[in-house]
C-alpha cells in the first residue's frame, strides 16, 4: 500500500463505503489525507459537573438514564443524565430518537456541547458523545470531526486514517527548506500528523498554519510566476507626448481629480516601456475611469497604434464609443473611433473591419468577441479591459503571435480586490486605486423598507417620477422559481404594470432578450420614453443614465455587498440626489449585512466584509475555476497572506527553479492554468 492506493484497498472498506467516500471527493489514501477535519471536539479540557459554566463543556461522565419521547407537533427530544464524583448534569437531544438506544447505560463517555438554559433548567444542549474505551487510555484527547455524508461518519474516517498513518512519514516535503526555516513552518508530514491526530491545540494550530501557508504560498507564486513571464516579453513602447496630454486635458468640461492624474501619470509611464503593461484600475462607480482609459488610448493612437477597449456587454461597448467619440472629437481623434459589435448589419461590420485591417480605425470598441473573432489588427499596442478582472497570459500570447509583440494592457474595475486577494490572486497585476470621486457627487441614500412599508416609498417613488426623473427595479432573477423565494423581473413587471404604477412607462430588460431588443429597450430608457426599467443585473455595469435618481432592489438578500454597491452606483449619476430601496420580501432574514450597505459609502470596505461573510467566490465567480478550491486557509487572514506572499516573492527574487520541487511544481502549473483563463 501506498498513498495513491484507492480506499476501497483499506481493511474494512468494502465497495460501499469505497463509494460513499467518492461522494466526499476522496478515492485515494492521499485524497484522504488531504481532507482536513472541519473542526473539533476538545476532550482535552475536561470540567466537572459542580463546575460548569454557560457556553461550549466537555465533561467526562457515567450516564445514568436516557429515554426519549415525542412533544408536541412531531417534535422528539431525548434527556439524559450524566454522572461524574461531583454531581449530575441533564443531557438534552432535539430529534435525535436513536439516542436513547445509542446510549449504554452504566457507561462512561466524553460529552461535550453546549451549557446552557432550556426549558427552565441548564443542561448540556445536543452533545456529541464518545465512549470513553474508545479513546486512547489516559490521554484526554482533541477528535477532529470531518464533513460527513449518509452513511460515513467521522468515527469511520478516523479509524481508517489510523492505518494511513504510518504512511504520514514517507511524504515527501514541497516546499524549499529556507522556506520552513524562514517562516517557522512544520514539515508537511508532521503538519498532517497533527492536523488529523492532534495532541494539542497547540498542535493543531501549527498545523492549520503550515497547511494554509501551502494554500496561500501556490496561488501567490503562481500569480507571481504569471507576472514575471509576461515581463519578459517585448511590447511597443509609447513615448510621453506632454503636448497632447496638456491639450486633452484642456479640453475637458472638468478639471482631473488627483486619483485620475496618478493613474494616468502611472499608465504614461508603464506603456513608455517596452515591457507590457499589466495595470488594473479600481476606482468606484463613477470614480471617472473612462477619461484615464481613454487619455492612455490617446497617447498610442496618436503614435498610428491600434487600441482595442473591450466592455462586458455590447450596451456598454456602443455607451463607450459614444463616450469616446466625444472626447476625442476636440484633438481630431472621432473619425478612429470605430466600433464592432455582433449586432451591427454585415455591411456595417464589413466597413469596421476594413478600417482595421488598413488601420485608419485607431480606437475599436467592441465585447471579449473582438479578440475571438479573426481580426486582422494592424498594430495592436494597448489593450483595455472594462470591468474584468484579470486578461489571461494565454489570451495574450494568441494576440502575440498576430502582431509579433505583447499588447499592454489596462483593466478597470469597479469592483474593489480586498488587499488580501490583490496579493494573492491577483498578484500579478500592478494595482492603482482612485480614491477620490468628482467633488459635486453627492452620497447616494440607502434604506432597508420592509415589507409593510412598500406603498409608502411608491408614494414617494412616484413624486420623483412626477418630477421627470426615472427610476430602475433590480431583481435577482428572471421567471420565479420554486426553490428561491425571490421576486423575479417577471413578477415585478406584472406587479408594476398592473398595480401602483400602471399609469407609467415600463420597459422590461434581461439576459435572455435579443441584443437589438435590449438595445432598444436600454435606449428608449435613455431617451426618456420609459420612466420605469425592470431589468436583472444586466444593466450592473457601467451604464450612465444620469437622469435615473431611484434604485430599488427587490430580494436584495440574494446579491452580495460589492454588487448592491455598483447597483446603487447606477442611479444619482446627474445633479440629483440618488436613493437606493432594498425591498426585503422577508423580515425573517438577519438584517446586519444589509445595514452594512446602508451606514457605508466605501466600495472597499463593503468588498472586505463581503469576503469575511461570503467567501472569495461569491464575490469574483471565482470559485468555478477551482483555483480557490481553499480547503484550509482563510483569505481574510492577513498575517497568512503576508507571510505567504513575501516567501512567493523570495522565491521569484532568488531565481529558485521550479523544476528543482516537482510537487510544487505540480500544483502551481495547474493554478497557472486555471487562471490563466479568465
Ligand atoms: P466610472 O468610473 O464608473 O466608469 P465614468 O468614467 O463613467 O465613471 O464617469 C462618470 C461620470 O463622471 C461621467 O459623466 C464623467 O464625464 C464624469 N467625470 C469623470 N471625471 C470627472 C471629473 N474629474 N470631474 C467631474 N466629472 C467627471
Ligand atoms: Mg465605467
Request: net charge positive; glycine share 6%.
Amino acid at each position: 500500500m501506498n498513498l495513491t492506493t484507492a480506499v476501497a484497498e483499506l481493511k474494512g472498506v468494502g465497495p460501499v463505503l469505497a463509494q460513499k467516500y467518492t461522494k466526499l471527493g476522496i478515492s485515494r489514501l492521499n485524497d484522504l489525507l488531504e481532507y482536513y477535519p472541519r473542526r473539533y471536539e476538545d476532550y482535552s479540557v475536561i470540567t466537572s459537573t459542580n463546575s460548569l459554566r454557560p457556553g461550549p463543556v466537555t465533561i467526562k461522565a457515567r450516564v445514568v438514564s436516557a429515554s426519549g419521547r415525542y412533544v408536541r407537533r412531531g417534535m422528539h427530544i431525548t434527556e439524559a443524565i450524566a454522572s461524574d464524583e461531583h454531581g449530575s448534569v441533564r443531557l438534552v437531544w432535539f430529534n435525535q430518537p436513536y439516542r436513547e438506544k445509542a446510549l449504554k447505560k452504566q457507561q462512561i463517555y466524553f460529552i461535550s456541547g453546549n451549557y446552557e438554559l432550556g426549558r427552565g433548567r441548564f443542561s448540556i444542549m445536543n452533545p456529541s458523545v464518545e465512549l470513553a474505551t474508545d479513546m486512547p487510555a489516559n490521554v484526554a484527547r482533541i477528535l477532529p470531526v470531518y464533513r460527513e455524508t449518509k452513511g460515513l461518519d467521522s468515527r469511520q474516517i478516523r479509524k481508517d486514517l489510523l492505518q494511513v498513518k504510518d504512511m504520514i512519514c514517507s511524504i515527501e516535503e514541497p516546499l524549499p527548506k529556507w522556506v520552513l526555516s524562514q517562516y517557522a513552518l512544520l514539515p508537511l508530514k508532521q503538519a498532517l500528523l497533527q492536523i488529523h491526530f492532534p495532541e494539542t491545540t497547540r498542535q493543531l494550530e501549527e498545523a492549520r498554519l503550515r497547511l494554509s501557508f501551502d494554500e496561500v504560498f501556490r496561488l501567490s507564486l503562481a500569480s507571481q510566476l504569471n507576472k514575471q513571464e509576461v515581463k519578459q516579453e517585448n511590447a511597443i513602447s509609447i513615448p510621453f507626448d506632454e503636448k497632447l496630454a496638456q491639450l486633452f486635458v484642456k479640453h475637458l468640461p472638468f478639471s482631473l481629480t488627483d486619483g485620475q492624474r496618478i493613474s494616468i501619470w502611472k499608465i504614461y509611464q508603464d506603456i513608455a516601456k517596452a515591457q507590457p503593461m499589466n495595470r488594473l484600475i479600481e476606482g468606484d462607480v463613477g470614480s471617472g475611469k473612462t477619461v484615464v482609459a481613454a487619455m492612455g488610448a490617446i497617447m498610442a493612437i496618436s503614435k498610428n497604434h491600434q487600441v482595442a477597449l473591450m466592455a462586458p456587454t455590447e450596451l456598454l461597448a456602443r455607451q463607450h464609443a459614444t463616450t469616446l467619440y466625444t472626447l476625442l472629437k476636440p484633438l481630431g481623434y472621432d473619425s478612429t473611433v470605430t466600433l464592432l459589435v455582433g449586432s451591427m448589419t454585415t455591411l456595417q461590420k464589413k466597413k469596421a473591419r476594413a478600417a482595421i485591417s488598413s488601420g485608419k480605425a485607431g480606437l475599436i470598441v467592441g465585447t471579449q468577441a473582438l479578440i475571438q473573432d479573426d481580426i486582422d489588427m494592424r498594430s495592436l499596442a494597448l489593450i483595455i479591459i472594462d470591468e474584468q478582472h484579470r486578461f489571461g497570459v494565454e489570451q495574450r500570447k494568441t494576440l502575440m503571435a498576430k502582431a509579433g509583440h505583447m499588447p499592454h494592457v489596462l483593466s478597470l474595475t469597479a469592483t474593489p480586490i480586498p488587499r488580501s486577494l490583490a496579493l494573492t490572486l491577483y498578484g500579478e497585476l500592478d494595482i492603482t486605486a482612485l480614491k477620490d470621486k468628482p467633488a459635486k457627487r453627492q452620497p447616494i441614500i440607502t434604506d432597508i423598507i420592509f415589507p409593510g412599508d412598500k406603498m409608502k416609498i411608491y408614494e414617494e417613488i412616484e413624486r420623483e417620477l412626477s418630477a421627470g426623473r426615472q427610476m430602475f427595479m433590480v431583481c435577482p432573477s428572471i421567471i420565479d422559481s420554486d426553490s428561491l423565494e425571490t421576486i423575479s423581473v417577471e413578477t415585478a413587471y406584472k406587479e408594476l404594470t398592473e398595480g401602483f404604477f400602471k399609469h407609467r412607462r415600463i420597459g422590461l430588460l434581461h439576459g435572455k432578450l435579443k441584443n437589438e431588443e435590449k438595445q432598444s429597450i436600454m435606449q428608449k430608457f435613455l431617451n426618456k420614453e420609459l420612466d420605469i426599467l425592470v431589468s436583472t443585473t444586466v444593466i450592473e455595469v457601467g451604464v450612465d443614465v444620469p437622469n435615473a435618481t431611484v434604485m430599488v432592489v427587490r430580494s436584495p438578500e440574494r446579491f452580495g455587498l460589492a454588487q448592491l454597491h455598483q447597483l446603487r452606483g447606477r442611479v444619482g449619476r446627474g445633479d440629483h440626489q440618488g436613493r437606493c430601496y432594498l425591498l426585503i420580501e422577508k423580515t425573517d432574514l438577519p438584517l446586519s449585512r444589509l445595514k452594512a450597505l446602508v451606514s457605508s459609502n466605501d466600495g472597499f470596505k463593503l468588498a472586505e466584509l463581503d469576503l469575511e461573510l461570503r467567501g472569495p467566490g461569491a464575490i469574483y465567480g471565482t470559485a468555478q475555476h477551482g483555483a480557490l478550491d481553499l480547503r484550509i486557509a482563510n483569505l481574510a487572514d492577513v498575517t497568512l497572506i503576508t507571510k505567504a506572499t513575501s516567501a512567493a516573492k523570495a522565491f521569484i527574487s532568488k531565481k529558485e527553479d521550479l523544476s528543482a520541487y516537482p510537487i510544487l511544481e505540480k500544483h502551481i502549473k495547474k493554478i497557472m492554468r486555471v487562471t490563466n483563463l479568465n
